[in-house]
Each structure stands twice: as C-alpha cells, then as structure tokens.
C-alpha cells in the first residue's frame, strides 16, 4: 500500500458525504433565502428574520467552545478558540464583537437593540434549532463529532448565498434595499460576501478545522452513521425554521422593504 490507506479512503468519502448533503440544502434552496435575495422581503419579514436567527447565532460562540472543551489536540482546539475570539470580540479584524453587526442590521429595520437581544416571542422551529445545537455541541453524553458535523460544518461550509443574477446578500442588502453600511456590515463577512463563487477565506478556513476534526476523530462506522444522521436533522430544522419565519411573517401583498 503507498499512501492511502483503507480508512483514510473511508474518512474521505464520508467528509465528501457531509459536504455534499450541505451544499444539496444550501440555504437558497429555502424560499425565505429566495425571497429576501430577490429584493422582494418586506420590513416585517426582515424583522423577524433578525428576531428568529438573532438567538442562534447568540448561541453559536457557546456551541463552537463545548466543541472545544471535550477537543484533546491543542493545535485543532486553538484554531476553534481562535475562531470564537475574534467571534466575540473582532480583536483579530480590528473590528467588533461580529453579533453586534447584526443587531445593526436589525436596527437599520427600526428594531430596538433590546427587541433584538430580549426577543422572547421564539417560534418552536427556532427552539428546536437552539436545542439541538446545544444538544450536539454542549451535551457531554453525546459526542462531540455530531457537533462538529451538524453544527459548525454546517455553518462554516455553507455554499454563498447567492442568486441567479450572482448577487450576494450584500450586494442585495446594499444595493436593493439600499442599507447603510452599518446596516450590510455583517453581510460582508459572514457567507454572503463572495469572491468569485469563494465564501470569505475565515470561513473557508473554519470550514477546513471541521473537516480535519472529523478526519481526526470521527473514525468508526458508527461515530460516522452518528454524525451523518445529526446533519441529516439539523438541516431538516433548520429549512423547518427557514420555511416557518417565511410562513408566519411574509405577507406578500405588503411592499418590499426600501431604506
Ligand atoms: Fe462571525
């Protein structure tokens, strides 16, 4: 045998499984990604867009650090942290803590700050998201390569949003609705902004930590039947949280939203 041995063949085609069930679901595939993409979103779908995926994403830095915690190879453990500090704080861009710019989002679309980072009102299929992200992420009983998978993966391999037209969230949010900077700021860094058909070069190096995690331990049939099947619910949940802010919040006689 020269290089490639039967597991790392096997590691292979399940990472390449992963990927492909990601990018066959990618977010344009919901309606409500194709709707707010086209120009056509109204204030109050905006607004509860910001509402419902606002308590995810305040979740996400904790999901990445439970992942962490149970991680024993310090180099793999250390980019995670990496990745979570800037997240927190945007030390390493000479920036801002990066959930903070979507409260800007948020408020360029006349919510409060504090209707934002208090909204109680959560549907259950954004419950049910927040769940089993915790639920993957943070449970010591479960491992944590379902995490890996189901939740960071997920997240950092997305495919940009972008349409037909190759428009991208940002140009969308900039041009079409005619935000201010502050208002599309998070949309220049997060899965949105692309170059070429690339999403930005931090999350294409997150999306590489994942693979090398799951490379690294995800290594028996039945750890990867686990993980396989925790993505296979956590994008079912999430298209059910797309679909349902979409249903709940868009009313299409009303007028597309306009700064
Ligand atoms: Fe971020």
């Avoid at 990472?15 to 066959?24: W, Y």
């Avoid at 710019?101 to 419950?127: K, Y």
């Avoid at 005619?178 to 070069?201: D, I, M």
């Avoid at 995800?218 to 079912?236: H, M, P, Q, V």
């Amino acid at each position: 045998m020269l290089s490639t041995s039967g597991s790392d063949l096997e590691n292979a085609t399940f990472v390449s499984q992963l990927n492909e069930m990601i990018s066959s679901r990618k977010k344009m595939t919901n309606v409500l990604y194709q709707v707010i993409l086209a120009g056509k979103a109204p204030r109050k779908l905006l607004k509860h867009f910001v509402l419902q995926r606002y308590p995810i994403k305040n979740f996400w830095t904790r999901n990445i650090l439970g992942i962490a915690a149970r991680l024993d190879d310090y180099r793999l453990r250390s980019e995670l942290i990496e990745n979570i500090y800037e997240e927190e704080t945007g030390a390493l861009t000479k920036t801002r803590r990066h959930l903070e710019t979507f409260v800007d989002f948020g408020v360029c679309l006349g919510l409060s700050r504090a209707d934002i980072v208090a909204c109680r009102d959560l549907l259950p299929e954004t419950e049910a998201v927040i769940e089993h992200n915790v639920g993957t992420c943070n449970r010591s009983d479960i491992d944590f390569t379902q995490g890996v998978a189901s939740v960071l993966l997920l997240m950092e391999g997305q495919p940009p949003i972008v349409n037909r037209d190759g428009l991208s969230m940002e140009s969308v949010m900039r041009d079409v609705y005619r935000l201010p900077p502050k208002g599309y700021e998070y949309f220049s860094v997060h899965a949105s902004a692309t170059e070429g058909q690339k999403v930005s070069e931090i999350e294409e190096d997150h999306a590489s930590t994942a693979r090398e995690i799951l490379t690294r331990y995800c290594t028996s049939d039945e750890l990867r039947s686990k993980a396989i099947a925790a993505l296979e619910r956590a994008i079912n949940l999430r298209h059910a949280h797309f679909s349902a802010i979409y249903e709940r919040f868009y009313d299409p006689t009303e007028p597309p939203f306009r700064v």
